[in-house]
């Protein structure tokens, strides 16, 4: 299910796609939860519709505020008998998930059978996965994601960086190599204890056509060697 090419390790999967989020969170609380919050209505207002669901496998506090004032319906998933409340007439359009849990240790195969969990709560889709991962800023274009694949239905279609830019205009920059990223944070001037974020993006089967990116904000133009969207 998993496969690791030294030959890849320092770049995003073979095909595959690397954006970046600049998010303006409050200047005054440049903090982890900050950004959490921001960043999770970012995905709400990117991959979802209004009246759609959305499920959290971990139950963040962030992703029921962002769900619920965007106009979704909002479940969390934090034991098995949660599934309950999905609705199979109306499966999840977007699921996020934290990696690592809180209550478990890194892991490589439990990470697969969460994400294999995640194709079966969506049905036969469409729907979107977000795996996010909080690091420092000044881990955020470093952080390498799990070589994820073979789990069956499952699309890997970008990874984002997310960064904290209080007071600044929001932009997502697409396309970017990992060198080209490392530059852009290292231009800003990085502090390690800046949060940010890293986020894997899937399809599940059903929406292999609809890349992600379709559904990015309009208005995109050049900048630096990326499309830039200013929010």
Not at 18 to 31: G, I, Q, R, S, V
Not at 212 to 225: E, I, K, Q, V
Request: hydrophobic share 40%.
């Amino acid at each position: 299910m998993f496969t690791h090419d030294p030959a890849t390790h320092h770049h995003t999967d073979a095909g595959q796609s690397l954006a970046m989020w600049w998010l303006n969170t409050d200047h005054t609380t440049p903090t982890a939860s900050g950004l959490a919050t921001r960043l999770t209505r970012q995905l709400v207002l990117t991959y979802t519709s209004r009246d759609d669901t959305v499920v959290s496998l971990t139950g963040d506090l962030h992703a029921t505020a962002a769900t619920l004032l965007a106009g979704r319906n909002f479940i969390a998933v934090n034991a098995p008998g949660d599934l309950a409340n999905i609705d199979p007439n109306t499966p999840p359009t977007l699921i996020t998930a934290q990696w690592p849990p809180a209550r478990h240790q890194p892991d490589e195969a439990l990470l697969a059978d969460l994400l294999l969990a995640c194709t079966l709560i969506s049905g036969s889709g469409p729907a979107t996965i977000a795996v996010i991962t909080p690091v420092a800023e000044s881990d955020a274009a470093a952080y390498r994601h799990p070589q994820l694949t073979g789990i069956p239905g499952l699309h890997h279609r970008l990874d984002v960086i997310a960064l904290s830019r209080p007071a600044e205009p929001e932009r997502f920059l697409f396309p970017l190599t990992l060198p080209e990223a490392a530059a852009l944070v290292a231009a800003h001037g990085i502090r390690s204890d800046t949060p940010a974020a890293r986020i894997r993006v899937f399809s599940v089967a059903g929406r292999a056509a609809d890349s992600p990116l379709a559904r990015r904000p309009a208005n995109s133009h050049h900048h630096a060697g990326a499309k830039t969207v200013d929010r």
